[in-house]
């Protein structure tokens, strides 16, 4: 396993990080968990992302019972705040009220005195930017939160983040979690640009595509039972890569991996993390089994005709 830092900041993370949603709390219970993260951590991943509204608390409490024992500097735990976690009008969103609650939620569910990465889920229009900022600036300076970042926030957003740091003189974010892979390009426009140049790191979900790009879904096929695509719930996130064109064309990369030595899903994950500013890629795992495969993707570096290929199939629209 190789490590970057994140952005300019002095935290270095994982390249292959091990994420939480729809599996950790939810469709993977508490052995099975404990197998994956002992799995992850025999690997070299360092990095567990998870959300305080992830099955509603419980990944957060299931991470935590799969962490016993592991000394705490190990370890770079990543949680996020934003959606409703009940019907109190208070309980959700980027307030300074709910951003104190939701990370002292937090740390009793992981266990933990601190959090490395805090992150704002969604950007919040209805709080001003300074009482996010100010309220993250308190927190890191009481050591519960050591560093903050966004996710999903449009370059727009992260730059008004940065000017409101400035204006307070307060703790600039240093990360942000993206969609990226290679059916997902947007942020390649304006958000890894900006965060370039403003030394800010990017720790991206979904490099898989939700699984399409491992090529287990094949054109004019029906979908595996038991995987994401053949569950309604899941699947509603995942249909627009679906589309027989998508699959038709995912499927064009298989004699590309194959002659590269490489499984679809490595050549995926290398594909991300060829950006000098994505300093890690979040995967999720439902056994120890996937990880072993999608951890090897960790120092592989594309020849550019290969880099040429994909662009081809899937460019930057």
């Known amino acids: 396993m190789e490590y970057r830092p994140v952005g300019r900041s002095g935290l270095r993370v994982s390249e292959i990080s091990l994420g939480s949603w729809l599996t950790f709390g939810a469709s993977v219970d508490i052995p099975a968990t404990t197998a994956i993260v002992r799995a992850a951590l025999d ?16 990944a957060e409490t ?41 990370v002292h939620a937090s740390l009793r569910r992981l266990g933990t ?15 001003p930017i300074e009482e996010t900022v100010r309220a993250y600036e308190d927190l890191i300076r009481q050591g519960k939160v050591l560093y903050w970042g966004v996710s999903e926030w449009d370059a727009r957003q992260i730059a008004d983040a940065l000017h409101g740091a400035d204006r307070c003189g307060a703790y600039r974010p240093i990360s942000s979690q993206p969609q990226y892979s290679i059916l997902r390009r947007g942020i390649e426009r304006e958000v890894l640009p900006l965060c370039a140049g403003e030394g800010i790191g990017q720790i991206v979900w979904s490099p898989l595509a939700q699984g399409v790009l ?18 309604p719930f899941q699947a509603r996130f995942m249909e627009a890569f679906l589309a027989e064109d998508v ?26 993390l060829r950006q000098d500013g994505v300093a890690s890629v979040l995967v999720g795992a439902t056994s120890p089994e996937q990880l072993a495969e999608t951890t090897r993707a960790s120092g592989v570096q594309l020849p550019p005709e290969a880099v040429a290929a994909i662009d081809s199939l899937f460019p930057l629209r």
């Open 214 to 231: 491992t090529g287990k879904y094949r054109p004019g096929e029906r979908r595996p039972p038991g995987t994401r695509a053949a569950d």
């Open 247 to 272: 699959l038709g064309r995912v499927e064009q990369l298989r004699p590309l991996a194959a002659g590269l030595g490489l499984t679809m899903a490595q050549l995926a994950l290398a594909w991300c």
């Open 113 to 127: 005195d601190y959090l490395d990465l805090h992150q704002c889920h969604r950007a919040d229009p209805s709080v």
């Open 62 to 102: 299931a991470l935590r019972s799969a962490l016993e024992g592991v000394p705490r500097h190990r370890l770079v735990l990543a949680t996020k705040a934003f959606f409703p976690m009940s019907e109190d009008p208070n309980d959700r969103g980027l307030s300074r009220k709910h951003l104190f609650e939701s």
């Open 43 to 58: 690997a070299g991943i360092q990095c567990f992302d998870t959300a305080d509204v992830y099955a509603n608390g419980a």
